[in-house]
């Protein structure tokens, strides 16, 4: 049974460029979540996507963008990046049980470390 | 906002002593929290998952409680062994809320 899987793992990028992380969710799941984590600090939301919609959107700039596309992976877009976007970007997928609110563990992926010079 | 506290930040002890982690919240009002591992460099291995209903949930070796009233949460690792040596991180879910609020985690070194 695979995980969630996220590629690529690593990336380098320059300032004011483009860059798009991708995710697989865990079999059975349907419901993406994008977290970014600065060093030696928790996951901070990014946003989530559930039936191919933005569902919740945490305290990130438009610059942050994403998409659910109909097998439930997701995509997460990142324009005009700056120094303060490098951090590992995680994927984490649930699996909706019929009450609005997942009362189900996330699973998270190994994750993509994006660096920007 | 949901405020998640773990302290201490870093934590050293020998193999075999017992491992006992806490989590704050501010917000009472949750759904449900999770402890997770966090190998350096890598993804997040969930742990443990508490309902808000629930006042302990065990797995193996490692017990988490949860007191919604005093906003806390602890992880019990029983026996510590040097392979335990991880970050681990306790995440709150509100109840009218889809995200998870993170704690900055509490690092744990088990010396052999």
């Known amino acids: 049974d695979a995980g969630v899987t996220q590629s690529p793992t690593h990336l380098i990028k320059t300032r004011g460029q483009q860059v798009t992380l991708r995710c697989s969710p865990k079999?059975?799941?349907?419901?993406v979540s994008w977290y970014q984590q600065a060093l030696g600090q928790g996951p901070q939301f990014i946003f989530q996507y559930y039936e191919e919609e933005e569902r919740q959107r945490g305290n990130f700039p438009d610059r942050f963008s994403g998409h659910q596309f109909p097998n439930y992976s997701s995509e997460l877009n990142v324009n005009a990046l700056l120094l303060g976007d490098s951090a590992l970007y995680l994927c984490a997928s649930s699996r909706r049980t019929g009450g609005r609110y997942s009362n189900q563990p996330q699973h998270f992926g190994d994750g993509t470390r994006l660096s920007i010079l | 906002k949901q405020e998640v506290t773990q302290i201490p930040a870093a934590l050293s002890v020998p193999e075999g002593e017992n491992l006992v982690l806490n989590c704050s919240f501010t917000d009472s009002a949750i759904y449900n929290l999770q402890w997770f591992r966090q190998d350096p460099g890598k993804g997040l291995t969930s742990l443990l998952l508490i309902q808000s209903s629930q006042r302990e949930q065990t797995s193996g070796r490692l017990n988490a409680s949860l007191d919604k009233s005093s906003g806390r949460s602890t992880l019990y690792i029983a026996a510590s062994q040097p392979g335990d040596s991880a970050t681990y991180l306790c995440a709150a879910n509100l109840s009218n809320d889809y995200k998870l609020s993170f704690g900055a985690g509490t690092t744990v070194t088990v010396r052999a």
């Open positions: 079999s059975g799941h349907d419901t």
